[in-house]
């Protein structure tokens, strides 16, 4: 049987779709059909489903594709294996959001990249991460949004805690002493219905005098910090993101008095990647990075 074909068999039952398969293994689309269909030729059944106009595999498809899990995992394995042994090269990505990515993992992963110099390490920093991870063009993720799934592994690595923040000059010119000074205040979140801010209403009393002027959107963490540090408003982030400035007083936290809900940031990645000693490591050293 045609080892190669019997790849793309694999990576198109778990991409489920000739489009994503065909990107995954650099392949026309016409490439990988023609690829599925020699095999059936050559197995003498069908192994695609094609009544059905959703993606699905035939019973004999579902056993194969269990089957080559095993072959594949093994094979991939034992070439890391190898790798490591002789410090060949070993290829990462990983996937976070654009702030925790670019302000922690970046930042904080010379010294492992300096111990394992055999790795070659990407980064994928966006939101939507999980269609990437469940088809293998991520590595790693570290996400605050929840992903359940039965293939993967899920670490937790901290709590991510939220301030609320303005300039002094902002405090002063808008005399915010109590919740009630924001109804004259103009806050900058992701989005106009304030679901950016949930953290924080969520936790507030129901009596609570809560009220604003404006909103005005801005689409990144980064961009929110860099308009309330230009007085453009009231803002709302991570609290890692502005330590600095927290220190340096160039922002104020305003109401640290509320506890505001805090999100849960986990590590996710397959089983299979889990159980390699390489990943065991990245992910030893991703807990140890401190959020400065």
Known sequence: MDLNKLKIFYTLAGTKSYTRCADRLYLTQS??????????????FNLIDRANRQFRLTRQGEFLSTRCAGIFDCIEETLEYLAQEAYLPISITLGAPVEFGSSVLIKG??????????????????????PSLLTDKLNLVVDCVP?????????????????????????????IVTMKDLRGCNLLSFDRNLGWWKNFINALDHNA??????????????????GTLESLGVGFVPRYTVLRELKQGELNELFPEIETLNDQINIYLKKRNYEKKIFRDLIRHIKSLTLT
């Open 147 to 175: 992903h359940i799934h039965q293939d993967l592994v899920v670490i937790p690595l901290l709590r991510e805690e939220y301030v609320v923040i303005a300039t002094p000059q902002y405090i002063k010119d808008k005399k």
């Open 209 to 226: 005098d809560f009220g604003f002027d404006f909103i005005t959107t801005i689409s990144s963490v980064r961009g929110i910090i860099n």
């Open 31 to 44: 490439a990988v059909s023609h690829a599925i269909k020699k095999l059936e030729t050559d197995l003498g």
């Open 109 to 130: 992963m010379t010294p492992f990249l300096k111990k394992h110099t055999y790795v070659h390490m990407d980064f994928d920093l966006r939101s939507d991460l999980l």
